[in-house]
């Protein structure tokens, strides 16, 4: 069955002006489903990029499949930042065999380039701790 995941920016010390994602999970156990949900009523960060499968990433875990490069969104607006807290995206995903599968947030020091992270006002990522979630499908 389906099931909906979501991402949240839990602090923001410094003021951003955007957010990227990117996710790692074994796609022997789960899948992708799409239904990307950005919040950008809450955010007030409007102009979004769409999710793609990032194959040029090396994975934490061999094997896992890399989602997100340079998913996420910014404010156009000049001069514009927020400190934001809460969800900022939601998106589905569904199991494809019995086991506890993790879901992580692929860190802007395992891909400097596509990494989750709070985007700075000059567009450079911010110091950005990321976080997993377990999974278990039955």
Avoid at 42 to 61: E, K, Q, S
Avoid at 74 to 85: D, E, L, M, R
Avoid at 87 to 93: D, K, S
Avoid at 104 to 110: F, I, M, N, S
């Amino acid at each position: 069955a389906p099931f909906s995941v979501g991402i949240n920016v839990t602090a923001a010390t410094d003021a951003y002006k955007g957010y990227q994602w990117e996710i790692e999970y074994p796609g022997s156990g789960l899948a992708f489903d799409g239904g990307v949900s950005e919040k950008t009523v809450a955010t007030g960060l409007d102009t979004c990029a769409p999710a793609a499968v990032n194959g040029d990433a090396t994975p934490i875990t061999p094997g896992d499949t890399v989602y997100g490069r340079g998913a996420g969104c910014i404010t156009a607006s000049p001069g514009v930042t927020t400190n934001y807290t809460g969800q900022t995206t939601t998106f589905n995903m569904h199991c494809l065999a019995a086991g506890t599968f993790s879901v992580q947030l692929v860190g802007a020091a395992q891909d400097p380039l596509f990494g989750t992270s709070l985007l700075a006002q000059g567009g450079g990522a911010l110091q950005t701790a990321t976080a997993a979630i377990t999974i278990t499908c039955a």
